[in-house]
């Protein structure tokens, strides 16, 4: 009973008590250099630009997600964390969806020339031979990318032909046979040797259809996760090589895993 009461007052003293959502919360803990607070439909950004959180349209199909997504949008597949990589369901592609102008904002328009002067060399795998890969700065993408990289240098030799040598990183560019922008033209995404990796639109055959593989150790997916990427191998679209910063993703995972070791029910049962 006091429990409930404390909650009670809790409640009653948080602007927002009605409004509280995970994934919002995720996404503004993930950007703390950006983001502000969300309030109703509104993303609040620390300059006070407003966004709007849902554009109010009924159903999406997947390509209407693809294509024309909202803030909220991002947040439909559940992103699964860990080493164990398994078969997604059909168009089960946690981060593939991305609403543009959020990028655009973040990390800066790479057709202006925002993106390049924020870039900063990273040594990729030093130890392997890997070379170096340029990396944005913004929300210290860099130095995640360097922690990223001490912890795969632990990894047994067996693993470097996974990661050397590695397909790039930033590219003003759009996603292939689309007019979207890539992760890529941001500098927060790299993908890792291509010769080891899959992606959907090779695998298509004359039909168009695809079946789905991936020969990318989950160990190395683990590592990019533990410092906020998420990895392109747990998409129903296959990318394995690809990876990229999306912390928001990773944090609401963590906390779905947290609220899931919390209930009493698994407590009792050990
Ligand atoms: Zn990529």
């Not at 950007?31 to 609040?44: E, K, S, T, V």
């Not at 909220?72 to 992103?79: A, E, I, L, V």
């Not at 990876?243 to 944090?251: N, Q, S």
Request: overall charge positive; proline content about 7%; hydrophobic content about 40%.
């Amino acid at each position: 009973m006091r429990t409930t009461a404390v909650l009670f007052a809790l409640a009653a003293l948080s602007p927002t008590p009605s409004t509280a959502d995970p994934a919002l919360d995720a996404l503004v803990a993930a950007y703390p250099d950006h983001l502000a607070r969300y309030q109703g439909n509104d993303l609040i950004w620390k300059d006070g630009t407003r966004m709007p959180i849902a554009d109010g349209r009924a159903e999406k199909t997947f390509q209407q997600l693809i294509e024309q997504p909202d803030i909220k949008d991002q947040f439909g597949f559940r992103y699964p964390l860990g080493a164990e990589v398994k078969p997604p369901a059909l168009n089960e592609d946690p981060g593939r969806i991305r609403f543009e102008p959020f990028f655009l904002k973040m990390y800066g328009d790479c057709r202006k020339g925002e993106v390049g002067k924020r870039l900063k060399p990273v040594a990729w795998m030093p130890k392997r031979g890997g070379g170096r890969l340029n990396v944005t700065t913004v929300n210290n993408v860099d130095e995640r990318l360097a922690a990223v990289v001490q912890d795969l240098e632990t990894l047994p030799a067996e693993m470097t032909k996974y990661l050397v040598p590695p397909a790039g990183t930033y590219n003003c560019r759009d996603i292939l046979n689309t007019a979207r922008r890539s992760a890529h033209a941001f500098g927060a995404a790299l993908d890792i040797n291509p010769k080891q990796a899959d992606y959907w639109e090779f695998l298509r055959n004359r039909s168009g259809t695809f079946a789905w593989r991936n020969r990318v150790p989950g160990t190395i997916g683990e590592v990019f996760e533990r410092h906020g990427f998420i990895w392109g191998a747990k998409w129903f679209h296959i990318d394995s090589m690809h990876f990229e910063y999306r912390p928001e993703l990773i944090g609401l995972a963590n906390q779905n895993k947290a609220d899931r070791n919390d209930r009493p029910g698994i407590e009792l049962s050990r």
